[in-house]
């Protein structure tokens, strides 16, 4: 088992250099140290270390300790490599060393384009910059909003090349409190920069400029998906087939989706290892009479390598479906040979491989997820199988799936309450239908690839596909409705979540290896838990805080009093609901409020809001002002909906501490008010621009 830590230790010799490798990649992150100086702490650790390794006698012998801390400390400085020179910022072909706003940028599309509400969207690589002196090759992406007229970009597919004749803009965060780090996401990717083009601001060069394996690739992924639209009737349903086949989730609904992670199976639609393992599964069933000789062993391992890698790079290569790979290419390359291969070994050695590849996968939740989950699965599905036995074999098969479901979440939970605020209450019952029904789904899926030549038996199981993706989803909004599916809107920090862990660990080390000892532990871990939630909540309640939210195109303002928020702004924000759980929900679940309809110590006086002790004017284009002998003093002035006044009217008005042009300004408007604030020396803040405006009192 895992937590006897030192047979796993000498099983898995992998998590010695996993652990140093993990380390020095979040160490360099968060605390940048100059190349060189890593670069000469790296090497001068190598050193010392093979001149250790090749010394004999009395030293060594009493020193074996040091070859084991140079070990790790070459591991930590490589880790801290890796993130330096995968950070695309850091490299030398970036095109942002060479680019300005002048610049001609030369890029090529990495996708095709993806419709939106307001544009199509896509991610290309710049592949050249022409800044008026040469013309340099780099590196790196932009995200390229644009204008959505089906016509003008009828020619734009992807591997197209376009020249941009228009500035980027640097990707920006929203500044709202607890808001999911989009800058941080996108640099992961090597995108840095975006743009909305219009007609005339770009020109489609000719022909194709992505590698042949490439748009091989590509389009056999199209293909799947005209497939797949073109048997599967329904936008529901074919949104939920092409997520589960490809990892297609551009056209899935956003409720259903809400609905599938409220429930506690968002990994059914999220391309994962439960779908590389089910085609794993498939096909030894298929190869089974390969199995006999070593030949023909090793052909049917490298045909289960082709098919697994091949399903991996059509779904995208994420991390969760990247690390299944790893794994099975492991365990096929053992089988093949005749060897047995550790899963503690597998899993540590296809983290390290995986990490080496790209470091960053250390911050994806995905990648996060699937290894908690596996571990989780191998630890505890054990001993939760063991609670009961059933002599009838369809009831002990249903009890061991719900005892993997059950070993699963184990792990999983407080990841899931740390990133998604959530616990699906209802997780049990969801995976017990939809688990063995998706598989189905998926089985029924690929045959469908595999005879769409044949139109009639193609359209019948086009027909049936469609009605198992309706029973799926059925069942999921019907235990989405039942009131106490979900526990949501929970806020843990990450020190919050460290200490569940540790208290998992503790009361695991007790139950299954009889440890009483570890009581005492679990129960300060318990302890400090329920102190770290109590003062956090003596804290709330003596917060006040006004937000102004960064909110594209609309206003929202919270006034926070203790574990109560009140709302002012427009109705969207408050009703769709996307744009709420995007934009303003993270902020109510960071403060632990709910809403209510009035506060106290808030009174509200058009266009006036007294709250506390703090004044308040929220200005719009309904508003009426005029100039009067005395300026009124307020502490905030808030400016909404391009208000028809200039700065200097609203100062005579409304002399106050702080201007505030909100999310629902037009961004020329809020330049001309900007430099009448700066000719004036008033203080001012663009949520645009500045992101979410936040004053705690």
């Known amino acids: 088992m895992l937590l006897t830590v030192a047979p796993v230790w000498k099983e898995a010799p992998f998590i010695r250099l996993l652990i140093p490798l993990m380390t020095g990649i979040i160490f360099q992150w968060y605390h940048p140290v100059w190349v060189s100086t890593l670069i000469i702490a790296g090497l001068t650790c190598c050193i010392f270390f093979f001149?250790?390794?090749?010394?004999?006698?009395?030293?060594?012998?009493?020193?074996?300790?040091?070859?084991?801390?140079?070990?790790?400390?070459m591991f930590f400085f490589a880790g801290t490599l890796i993130v330096h020179f995968k950070n695309i910022t850091n490299q030398q072909k970036w095109f942002g060393s060479v680019y300005h706003n002048k610049a001609v940028i030369?890029?090529?599309?990495?996708?095709?384009?993806?419709?939106?509400?307001?544009?199509?969207?896509?991610?290309?690589?710049?592949?050249?910059?022409?800044?008026g002196k040469k013309i340099t090759k780099t590196e790196g992406n932009i995200i390229l909003y644009f204008k959505k007229d089906p016509l003008a970009v009828s020619g734009l597919q992807y591997g197209s090349a376009i020249v941009l004749n228009k500035p980027l803009q640097p990707i920006t965060n929203s500044g709202n409190p607890g808001a999911f780090d989009y800058k941080r996401y996108c640099l992961f990717q090597d995108i840095t920069h975006q743009v909305f083009l219009g007609e005339k601001d770009y020109t489609i060069a000719e022909g194709k400029f992505q590698p042949v394996y490439k748009q091989w690739l590509q389009n056999s992924k199209s293909r799947l998906l005209q497939i797949l639209k073109k048997y599967i009737n329904?936008?529901?349903?074919?949104?939920?087939?092409?997520?589960?086949?490809?990892?297609?989730r551009d056209d899935l609904d956003r409720d259903l989706v809400q609905s599938y992670s409220n429930t506690?199976?968002?990994?059914?639609?999220?391309?994962?290892?439960?779908?590389?393992?089910?085609?794993?599964?498939?096909?030894?069933?298929?190869?089974?009479?390969?199995s006999k000789s070593r030949k023909t062993r090793l052909l049917r391992g490298i045909i289960i390598l082709s098919v697994l890698w091949l399903f991996t790079l059509l779904s995208g290569a994420g991390p969760s479906i990247l690390r299944s790979a790893v794994m099975f290419s492991f365990i096929v390359i053992g089988e093949s040979l005749s060897k047995q291969v550790s899963i503690y070994h597998t899993l540590s050695a296809s983290a390290f491989f995986l990490l080496c590849y790209n470091p960053f996968f250390v911050?994806?939740?995905?990648?996060?997820?699937?290894?908690?989950?596996?571990?989780s699965i191998v630890v505890f599905s054990g001993p939760v199988s063991n609670w009961f036995y059933f002599k009838n074999k369809w009831a002990d098969n249903v009890w061991k799936l719900m005892a993997v479901t059950i070993s699963a979440q184990i792990l999983t939970t407080p990841l899931s309450i740390y990133h998604f605020h959530q616990v699906p209450n209802l997780f049990l019952l969801s995976n017990l239908v939809i688990v063995p029904l998706s598989g189905i789904v998926l089985y029924a899926e690929i045959l469908l690839c595999i005879i769409s030549f044949i139109k009639p038996v193609a359209a019948l199981t086009g027909k049936l596909i469609a009605i198992l993706i309706q029973w799926m989803n059925g069942f999921i909004n019907w235990v989405d409705d039942i009131p106490f599916s979900v526990s949501n809107n929970i806020s843990m920090s990450i020190i919050q979540a460290c200490l569940l862990y540790a208290f998992i660990i503790f009361v695991s080390l007790w139950l299954m290896h009889k440890r009483n000892a570890m009581v005492k532990y679990a129960v300060a871990v318990l302890l400090i838990f329920s102190c770290s939630i109590s003062l956090k909540n003596i804290y709330q309640q003596?917060?006040?805080?006004?937000?102004?939210?960064?909110?594209?195109?609309?206003?929202?303002?919270?006034?926070?009093?203790?574990?109560?928020?009140?709302?002012?702004?427009?109705?969207?924000?408050?009703?769709?609901?996307?744009?709420?759980?995007?934009?303003?929900?993270?902020s109510r679940i960071l403060y632990n409020v709910k809403q209510a309809d009035a506060l106290p110590g808030l009174w509200r006086s058009p266009p006036f809001i007294f709250f506390k002790d703090k004044t308040i004017v929220l200005l719009d284009s309904t508003v009426k002002i005029s100039p009067v002998s005395g300026a009124v003093h307020v502490d905030i002035v808030i400016v909404s909906q391009n208000a028809k006044y200039p700065v200097s009217l609203i100062s005579q008005t409304f002399r106050g501490n702080q201007y505030i042009f909100d999310g629902s300004n037009s961004t020329w408007k809020i330049r001309q008010w900007k430099n009448e604030c700066d000719s004036l020396h008033l203080r001012r803040h663009s949520v645009q621009e500045d992101g979410a405006f936040v004053l705690d009192f």
């Open 106 to 131: 030369i890029a090529v599309l990495n996708e095709p384009l993806v419709e939106k509400n307001k544009s199509y969207k896509s991610v290309a690589t710049v592949i050249a910059v022409d800044n």
């Open 264 to 290: 506690g199976v968002i990994h059914v639609i999220a391309i994962s290892g439960m779908h590389l393992a089910m085609i794993y599964g498939l096909l030894i069933i298929i190869l089974k009479p390969f």
């Open 363 to 375: 911050w994806d939740v995905g990648f996060q997820l699937s290894y908690t989950a596996v571990l």
């Open 542 to 586: 003596q917060k006040h805080a006004l937000i102004v939210y960064n909110t594209p195109g609309y206003s929202a303002t919270d006034c926070i009093s203790g574990k109560r928020y009140y709302f002012t702004g427009d109705d969207t924000c408050r009703k769709e609901g996307f744009f709420r759980n995007f934009h303003l929900n993270p």
């Open 51 to 73: 001149l250790f390794s090749f010394s004999k006698g009395y030293f060594l012998f009493r020193h074996k300790w040091l070859l084991g801390i140079l070990l790790m400390s």
């Open 234 to 248: 329904g936008e529901r349903e074919a949104g939920v087939a092409e997520a589960l086949l490809i990892g297609y």
